[in-house]
């Protein structure tokens, strides 16, 4: 259920439908103390090789669907929503200000969580508002943009907390620039970024360069551990071969980040969030 398609397995998965099955997990994870983990597009995640020791969470069914008003330019989109879908669906409705989303292979509810962006734009940009269910405490509550917190990749929303739903404000397309703008996106990452088993981007941008930038600079486009190398297009994208190890790629960021470290001084910050891992 990742991206990488490597891994291990769940001990539990469950794809809620409602908000009682989401209080009905967040039951069984209160009562048994059983961690939780949220999965979306599986676009941002590394699970170990032997699994996760826990209950992992979607949300399908009506959760799956978006609304757009094109008076007020107002989305409302689930949590499960794909971000490219949504963003091409914004445009066709003569919408601007999401196109860059077009180019990120998540859902709605992870780039909320994440504060995922891209080509000078993210979503704190456009969201207004968003529903959280917190598996702690059973709840479900609105929260508005200033609750959020949001930060460069990343927000106030938990481990334990699911984005259920995002409210967007966007803007009128008035000078019909916005699927010219969704195209040069696409042939974008068609041109600069890798296909195959990857999450994107590894690091997060450090403050000087980007860490695509330093990472090819100090000559680690295609650096292999095992089954896993840094991509030869994007230094900044890590590849698993089919039927690879997910402990190749965590032990490949691992060696990266200390290289880097060691070399230059810089502490990178990894976007992806990696599972079942000694710290």
């Known amino acids: 259920m990742t991206t990488y398609r490597?891994?291990?397995?769940?001990?539990?998965?469950?794809?809620?439908?409602?908000?009682?099955?989401?209080s009905q997990v967040a039951t069984a994870h209160q009562t048994t103390h059983?961690?939780?983990?949220?999965?979306?597009?599986?676009?941002?995640?590394?699970?170990?090789?032997?699994?996760?020791?826990?209950?992992?969470?979607?949300?399908?069914?009506?959760?799956?669907?978006?609304?757009?008003?094109?008076?007020t330019a107002v989305v409302r989109a689930g949590g499960p929503v794909a971000l490219p879908a949504l963003a091409r669906r914004c445009v066709r409705s003569g919408l601007t200000g999401f196109e860059w989303a077009v180019g990120v292979p998540g859902s709605v509810?992870?780039?909320?969580?994440?504060?995922?962006?891209?080509?000078?734009?993210?979503?704190?940009?456009?969201?207004?508002?968003?529903?959280?269910?917190?598996?702690?405490?059973?709840?479900?509550?609105l929260w508005d943009k200033s609750r959020l917190h949001f930060g460069y990749r990343q927000s106030a929303v938990g481990q334990s907390q699911l984005v259920v739903e995002a409210t967007l404000q966007l803007a009128h397309d008035l000078d019909d620039r916005a699927q010219d703008t969704l195209s040069e996106i696409v042939?974008?990452?068609?041109?600069?970024?890798?296909?195959?088993?990857?999450?994107?981007?590894?690091?997060v941008n450090p403050e000087s360069e980007t860490a695509g930038e330093l990472l090819d600079r100090l000559g680690l486009k295609g650096f292999r551990v095992g089954s896993a190398q840094i991509s030869?297009?994007?230094?900044?994208?890590?590849?698993?071969?089919?039927?690879?190890?997910?402990?190749?790629?965590?032990?490949?960021?691992?060696?990266?980040?200390?290289?880097?470290?060691d070399e230059?001084?810089?502490?990178?910050?990894?976007?992806?969030?990696?599972?079942g891992f000694e710290a």
């Open 109 to 141: 509810g992870g780039a909320v969580r994440m504060n995922a962006g891209g080509h000078g734009s993210d979503m704190n940009a456009s969201v207004v508002q968003a529903r959280i269910f917190d598996f702690s405490t059973s709840a479900a509550e």
């Open 34 to 71: 059983l961690p939780i983990l949220i999965i979306g597009k599986g676009s941002n995640l590394l699970v170990a090789d032997s699994g996760f020791s826990g209950i992992a969470v979607s949300l399908g069914g009506p959760y799956a669907g978006s609304e757009i008003d094109a008076d």
């Open 264 to 275: 230059v001084g810089v502490e990178l910050r990894t976007e992806i969030r990696r599972i």
């Open 187 to 203: 042939q974008w990452r068609r041109d600069n970024q890798p296909g195959g088993q990857n999450a994107g981007s590894v690091f």
């Open 232 to 261: 030869t297009k994007h230094a900044n994208f890590v590849q698993a071969d089919p039927g690879g190890s997910s402990g190749d790629v965590n032990e490949l960021i691992r060696t990266v980040a200390e290289r880097v470290f």
């Open 6 to 22: 490597v891994g291990g397995s769940a001990a539990l998965y469950v794809e809620a439908s409602s908000e009682q099955e989401l």
